[in-house]
């Protein structure tokens, strides 16, 4: 099958394998919706028209036909699922591209562990393209599980799939030239570098984009994003599990601006995926928000596939790929079938393909941390005010608070009565033995202590309680674990959920991980934190590229200074 058959079925001299009938097809290219037949042969589209032969003829009834959803910055890893069964989870809802820089993997595992995510992804519906990661560790302020130089970056360069350079997320070392940064970017040169650079503005935005960068996804508020598109860049406006900036940038998008936007999740949980979708799901909220449907599916495929360069994908045309996704009424946005190259991969929600899980020993031991005892998570009580990370609700950005933190025998304790929780984060892939010691406000638990193994970007043990021995008990199941999510009360453990791929991932169906996921959830509220997933929430308070504090293994960092504090807040030179 190659090009002279397909220009044979385009010209309706030979037979289709497949012929999608009197449908209504959604053009991304110039915004309207056309009643046609869509004929596809050997995995592509050959034409769309007047078409009547093929091998099958797949009447639709005045049903439309759009192009397969491309998510354009995702970390699969975010879901705790193993990427077939995050395939399984966002193939029936439409999602047939994904692109991402595995960069939670590659922080634990590095080059390693990346391949063996493409490894496990071959063979399935959904085409993943690899942007490679420009910041593992993210900063010098963590202990990470491995290292990618700017040598290592040439060398993914060359991979198949592989787009250009993912996230820039140290936007200090861009704006400091700092001589490793840069020479990651100019390794990329002429192709696409993905941005990451929160709250930049004026003269810092101009110098970031000098370097070559071209997109953003961490706009809180629409001034912000404004300001980045007017400048160049792409906006991707992000719609994830913990932030969500959706509806306050959507008024971004007009016809004059719409081509420069794309949908995107970030990160999204195995529970959202399951009740709510992926990309579907951002453009679901958009329509309902008073996007017109096709805008909303344009900035969900064609914008995307036109910014990262995917020839083929994105649209409904002769000589693009057919992937593509039936569904009834584009308002409700459910898809009905979904086919990719050509065949059907899932029907009413329901995968109809599987992939076994490729086991690697190398990626199941990944947890080391060096011995310590309950005596280690004291902290020595400071003169005045301490330092306090404050959530933000719904927004992966925090703020630095002073606060007088309660003593007892000379040392900080958890206050439950102000909020004012102790935050832990033990570092697990060296066993160096070190863990910084902060405080939280907002997470409103009242007792009990949870810790998790996903703890952005490097992925150390980070733990947040209302008790030492709480705390305690939790890191250690995370260790015997050898990765996962932990709550403890009373002294006892109360439920977890293992991830032993990494320390980030399940081996277990989709539905068994969301059941046990929800389950962590509950009882984290049946324990007083309010917040709409606090294991998510706690996860990021480890980044240290975010601002304005967080937390990681070498202690507070203030993320706006870009430097560590001491324990009475001043910054470490």
Known sequence: MGIKELISVAKGESPADLILANARVVNTFNGEIEEASVAIYGGQIAGVGDYEQATEVLDLGGKYVLPGLINGHIHPESSMLHVSQYAKAVVPRGTLAIVTDFHEIANVSGIGGVRYMLRCAQDLPLDIYFMVPSCVPATPLETSGARLTSEDVKIALSWENTL??????????????DEEVLAKIASSAGRVIDGHAPGLKGKELNAYLAAGILSDHESTSLEEAREKLSRGMYVMIREGSSEKNLEALLPLVTDKTYNRCLFVVDDRSCGDLLREGDIDAVVRKAIALGLDPVRAIQLATINSAQYFRLQGLGGVAPGYLANLVVMGDLSSFEAEMVFYRGKLVAKEGKALFSRSIIEDEEMTHTVRVKPFDAEALKMPAPKGASPVIEI????????????????????VVPDVARDILKLVVVERHRATGTIGLGLVKGFGLKRGALASSIAHDSHNIIAVGTADEDIYIAIKEIERLQGGLVIAADGKLLASLALPIAGLLSPEPLEAVVDEFERLKQIARNLGSELDDPFATLSFLALPVIPELRLTDLGLVDVLAFKLLDQKGQTVT
């Open 392 to 411: 933000v609700p719904h927004q992966i950005v925090t703020k630095r608070v002073e606060k007088r933190a309660k003593v007892e025998k000379g040392f």
């Open 164 to 177: 250009g350079l993912g996230e820039v997320m140290n936007f200090p070392g861009v704006l400091s030239a």
